[in-house]
Nanobody, 121 residues
């Protein structure tokens, strides 16, 4: 069981920035892909994910050029820098790990509880 703890959510005005962090309990953190999803009425949406060994990244079209994902394997932490935030970015964001391979952000095995991001116009 991998435990994930997010932090960094909050409320900002449109155009502002937030940085989300997610710490993992698992010592094998460097071996698996990890990323950020957001809860939407129609289901969870993969926002950005990063692979294990080569640092391959995925970004949803809606966040390309605005969000940047990174990971620090020594700290077992993944970050999501969110710039130029828009009201439509408002959601609960949660980090999740994917341990069995496959396209980034297509699925996950363990997830955190999430952190609220609210962007006002």
């Amino acid at each position: 069981q991998v435990q994930l703890t997010e932090s960094g959510g909050g409320s900002v005005q449109a155009g502002g920035s937030l940085r989300l962090s997610c710490g993992a309990s698992e010592r094998t953190f460097p071996r698996f892909a990890i990323g950020w999803f957001r809860q939407a009425p129609g289901g969870d949406e993969g926002v950005s994910c990063i692979g294990s060994d080569d640092g391959t990244t995925y970004y949803a079209d809606s966040v390309k050029g605005r969000f940047t994902i990174s990971r620090d394997n020594t700290k077992k932490t993944v970050y999501l820098q969110m710039n130029s935030l828009k009201p439509e970015d408002t959601a609960v964001y949660f980090c999740a790990v994917e341990m069995l391979g496959g396209p980034l952000c297509s699925r996950f095995d363990y997830r955190g509880q999430g952190t609220q991001v609210t962007v006002s116009s």
